[in-house]
């Protein structure tokens, strides 16, 4: 298991940004797969993006899609995802998620391996 951290979360009005930080155990990124999860207490957890750092290649939910960019920061040794044009209902608590040693991406909860603690995004009319 990989200790995985999020950071950057907060409140913002309809329209703003956020950029949320995984940071994994303390160390460099995973070889593997990186991802964003969200979840609200009325739903399941839901995919948002993922990043594979063999490969490079990225995957995004329909949702949020145009509004979000997922990156790897090689000198913070992070995985970021900048969220723009922000919604209401882009609230919930967002997830950081991890699985070494692959070298492609999955949108299924149940493929991922380690999981962070969350941060919460409220984003206000």
């Known amino acids: 298991q990989v200790a995985v951290v999020e950071s950057g979360g907060g409140s913002v009005q309809a329209g703003g940004s956020l950029r949320l930080s995984c940071q994994f155990s303390?160390?460099?990124?995973?070889?593997?797969?990186m991802g964003w999860f969200r979840q609200t207490p009325a739903q399941e957890r839901e995919f948002v993006a993922a990043?594979?750092?063999?490969?490079?290649?990225?995957l995004y939910a329909d949702s949020l899609k145009d509004r979000s960019t997922i990156s790897i920061d090689s000198v913070k040794n992070t995985v970021d995802l900048q969220m723009d044009s922000l919604k209401p209902e882009d609230t919930a608590r967002y997830y950081c998620?991890?699985?070494?040693?692959?070298?492609?991406?999955?949108?299924?909860?149940?493929?991922?391996?380690?999981w962070g603690q969350g941060t919460q995004v409220t984003v206000s009319p």
């Open positions: 998620a991890a699985k070494a040693g692959v070298t492609v991406l999955s949108k299924s909860r149940l493929w991922w391996r380690s």
């Open positions: 303390g160390r460099t990124i995973i070889s593997g797969a």
């Open positions: 990043i594979n750092s063999f490969s490079g290649s990225t």
